[in-house]
C-alpha cells in the first residue's frame, strides 16, 4: 500500500470508478492471503516435524491451532493496514514496522518471559 503511494500507483487507481472503500478492501484482502498462505504453510512444516519427532495433535488441537493462525492472520492484516493507511515513504514503514511487530509479538504471546522456560533453557 505504502509503495503504491510512493511509486504513484495509488493516485492511477484513484482515478478509476472503483470506489476507495473496495481498493481498501482489496488491498485488505491481498495482504490476507499472501500472509496465511505462508502462515499455513509453515504450520504444516510444523505439524510434518512434530509427527515426525512423535508428537501429535489431536483433530480438534489441529483445528483450534489453525483458527488461532487465521485469527491472528487477520487481526496482524488489519493492525498494519490501519497503520500503513497513514504513512507515506518506505522509511516510514520500516521504522513503524519495526516498533509494531515487537508489540503484536507480544499481543499474540510470541514473545515470552524466560521464567517461563524450563531450567535447561534458561541456563543457556
Not at 488491498?27 to 498462505?37: E, F, G, N, P, R
Not at 492484516?77 to 500503513?84: G, H, V
Request: glycine share 6%; charged share 10%; proline share 2%.
Amino acid at each position: 500500500m505504502v509503495q503504491d503511494k510512493v511509486s504513484g500507483a495509488r493516485a492511477d487507481l484513484t482515478v478509476t470508478p472503483v470506489k476507495k472503500s473496495t481498493l481498501a478492501v482489496s488491498y485488505y484482502i491481498s495482504t490476507l492471503i499472501s500472509t496465511l498462505t505462508i502462515c499455513v504453510a509453515a504450520s504444516v512444516i510444523c505439524f510434518i516435524y512434530l509427527s515426525n519427532i512423535g508428537w501429535y495433535l489431536s483433530f480438534k488441537e489441529t483445528v483450534l491451532f489453525l483458527l488461532d493462525v487465521i485469527l491472528l492472520v487477520m487481526f496482524g492484516t488489519a493492525l498494519s493496514s490501519i497503520i500503513n493507511f497513514f504513512l507515506n515513504s518506505q522509511g516510514q514503514i520500516s521504522a513503524v514496522g519495526t516498533i509494531v511487530s515487537a508489540e503484536y509479538g507480544f499481543i499474540c504471546g510470541a514473545y515470552m518471559p524466560v521464567s517461563s522456560f524450563s531450567a535447561g533453557l534458561q541456563k543457556d
